[in-house]
């Protein structure tokens, strides 16, 4: 006992008792003196941040990212070189749950690394699927209150959902990949990550090239059926920081293949997609991924608040020899992520240690919440603006990247005009056996219950031109999972329409 530690305030003075609190007489009241109560049920009140909006629920561990192929023609990024291993962070999360939603829901997984390089922080907020629901950025706010509770009932709606998707047939893919097997992976081990996003690489001659990155599991795909999800959240709520965190702890290492898709800049107006929407792939053939490396996780946090839960993950992160591109929700989320952290954790969000770059930050930004850098970045007090006498940091032309050839007329372009919504959902849709089509079907049919009749059709006409098989399909699990025919209208939900009628 006599070599414990001894507790103290959060000033740093000694705690006498940490039993009893000082009241004026054995029956009480408390005194306002008693400090150390105070100080205790204030920080008790302040233990919960705000949950983010989305992707609130996660789960994450610290492991390496090694090259082992060689892009150095693409590329300057450190942490692409051949041979270079990098120390990083992973953060994976189901999107529409609160923090204390069940694991096992079927629902996109995000997939969010942090690279700690030589160059600074590397972010890529990817997911476990290769698109997105919504490609104009304009769209997302809406997208999310859908798969949010009703402002009224508080539940969430399957009838806003299908109404907002029936009528975005740019969410087919999406939804299509989400209805599937992928769609309810049993934890995140057993799943793959892709950027998502196009991103751009360019090397030491000023080339650029288009980008997509993927991490492909190398645990094998595992999923849940939607029954078999039931019995899981029955017995536990948290059955993928079981997996992940178990694993890990027993020296079990998730690895993925890391895989990169490389289009040279002027291919990008030859195709009839757009390299840059959301809602599409770049197909294997025509760009046919390139195994770079492998990433690892290797390492549970200590803690998981100061670790995960103050983890923030930025696209706007990059580093000399990555970069952005015109697709419209990454740029959208360059700004809106790093804001997110600004407005949940404060304004020098990258000074929290897990945040924190492993190289010296050197920047004029002054004063503000959790400014934890010694009051001023530049390492001379003198230095607090640029250009300066004071030896203050000065900037990197080596970092300048070749300029973004975009050109264009600013103008609100139609992106649903003449945008082939279709195919691609088509060619992942004759990629899966029948067993796979069967559960797809179900699996809809299981999330439309409830949904007005006029929604159902609407969003069956959008099977339709996918395959005929798909709408046909979808029409018989419907018909045997709610009795529903064509225009009839199943009643058995709790959306506010139900309640009207
Ligand atoms: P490919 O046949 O070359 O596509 C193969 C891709 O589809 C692989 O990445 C594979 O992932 C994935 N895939 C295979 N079976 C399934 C499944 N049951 N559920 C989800 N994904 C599956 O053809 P394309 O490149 O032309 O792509 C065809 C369709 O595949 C696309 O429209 C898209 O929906 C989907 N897809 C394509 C990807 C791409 O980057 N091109 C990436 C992921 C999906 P794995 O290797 O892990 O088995």
Redesign the pocket.
Known sequence: MADRRKMTTSAGAPVPDNQNSITAGERGPVLMQDYQLIEKLSHQNRERIPERTVHAKGWGAYGTLKITGDISKYTKAKALQPGAETPMLARFSTVAGEQGAADAERDVRGFALKFYTEDGNWDLVGNN???FFVRDPVKFPDFIHTQKRHPKTNLRSPTAMWDFWSLSPESL?QV??LM???GLPTDVRHM?G?GSHTYSLWNDKGERFWV?F?F??EQG?RHWTNAEAEDVVGKTRESTQEDLYGSIDKGEFPRWKVQV?IMPEEEADKHSYNPFDLTK?????DYP?IDIGVMELNRNPENYFAEIENAAFSPSNIVPGISFSPDKMLQARIFSYADAHRHRLGTHYESIPVNRPHVEVAHYHRDGQMNTYGGIATGNPDAYYEPNSFNGPVQDESAQEPPLKISGDADRYNHREGNDDFS??R??FN??DQG?KDRLFANIAAAMGGVPGEIIERQLALFDQVHADYGNGVRAALKAAHGYEANAVPVTGNTPQNAAE
């Not at 792939?281 to 053939?285: E, R």
């Open positions: 699927t290769p698109v893919h299509t990949i599937s097997d992928r793959n892709y997509k993927h492909k599991t795909h898709q792939v770049w197909p294997h053939a991924p691609q959902p060619a992942l990629l899966f796979q």
